[in-house]
């Protein structure tokens, strides 16, 4: 997927968040997992409720820190369209979540409220979206270095890939 503007990447977000909402009121309390193992629908959502405020707090401080110029000075780069085909097809494979990302036992209620609060608290950086300097970065450990927007597009992707989970633990897939 192409992201022409930081509105299609808060659009595709919102998106996957309605589907991931969905499926999880399909998923009873949550204790379901696949056959193979793995973590359950209540430990992926407590994963994307402990992963999306980290993701946040890193595109704020992007996002501040190029509001400020540095110095004081507002300073704009502007959004350059961009895709994260490469990453998405990288993440198809097993990627480890490091300790402080994994799950705990948290009530699958709990992660659902916990998501919904980490999710406004990302909705409430759009304004800083319009005098960002796209050119500053922050390294995911697996991707590299990426931008805000790409940042903010990662939260999507991110969610997406643990949709897709969530699916297969349901036999929706």
């Known amino acids: 997927m192409i992201y022409n503007s930081v509105d299609d990447v808060f ?9 991931l909402f969905a499926r999880v009121e399909a998923a009873g309390d949550g204790q379901a997992r696949a056959p193979e193992g793995g973590w359950s629908v209540a430990e992926i959502v407590e994963h994307l409720s402990i992963a999306e405020p980290g993701i946040t707090r890193a595109i704020e401080g992007l996002l501040t820190s190029a509001a400020d110029g540095g110095a004081g000075q507002s300073v704009r780069k502007d959004f350059a369209p961009f895709a994260l085909d490469e990453q ?22 709990e992660g659902l409220v916990r998501l919904k609060k980490s999710r406004a608290a990302l909705a409430a950086l759009r304004p800083l979206f319009e005098s960002a300097d796209y050119s500053r970065r922050f390294p995911h450990p697996a991707f590299g270095p990426l931008n805000a927007a790409q940042w903010l597009a990662f939260v999507g992707m991110h969610e997406e890939r643990h949709l897709r989970q969530i699916e297969r633990i349901l036999g929706e897939r």
């Open 88 to 109: 998405a097809e990288q993440a198809r494979g097993k990627i480890e979540a490091p300790e402080f990302l994994r799950p705990t036992g948290l009530p699958l209620s």
């Open 11 to 19: 659009t595709a977000n919102e998106q996957v968040r309605r589907r």
